[in-house]
DNA sequence: GCCACCGGTGGC
DNA sequence: GCCACCGGTGGC
């Protein structure tokens, strides 16, 4: 599960879908988001999710760039919470770790060198955020954010 | 033999 | 101190 915070309110709006919130994620300082831009949400309606211990919080980057068409990323949480690792599987299996790996499979597969480069690509991890949180800490934020549930479950907030 | 997962580190 | 990257490995 993904949410983003609105950047006039600050209450948080679910995102359905990795593809949705990519896209929120990869224009979010250019485009901030902001509670209108869900259809029929105002900032007037009660929050969506609100910020408590019962999750853990991974705070996410801004402007990573929307996964290329055929290629999967994958946001993994380590299992003792200490963070989290990212990778990208091309359309054929391809498992890449790295802009290194990927430029490499980029030289391999000259195929996708008209349409996809290295800068679409980002291995930025989500930071876990610490079980005793700032009492300042949402004030502090000046990005967005993901939050992992126990479940595995996501979250986004934006300034 | 593969790969999901984790630990360590170099560079900033 | 953080984090992008990669080597190693245990379990399948």
Redesign the pocket.
Known sequence: MYAVQCGKCFKWRKIQTQEEFEVIRANVTKDPFVCNKKFKVKCDDPAEIEYDSSRTWVLD?PDVPKTPLGFHRDV?L???F??M???YTSPE?K?L?????VATFLEENPKYKDSISVEDF????P?VVPETVPKDFVSKLSAEKKIVKHSGKMFLKSP
Do not use: A, N, W, Y
């Open positions: 980057k993994i380590r299992k003792d200490s963070k690792d990212v990778h299996g498992r770790r790295s802009l290194v790996e980002s291995f930025t991890t930071k």
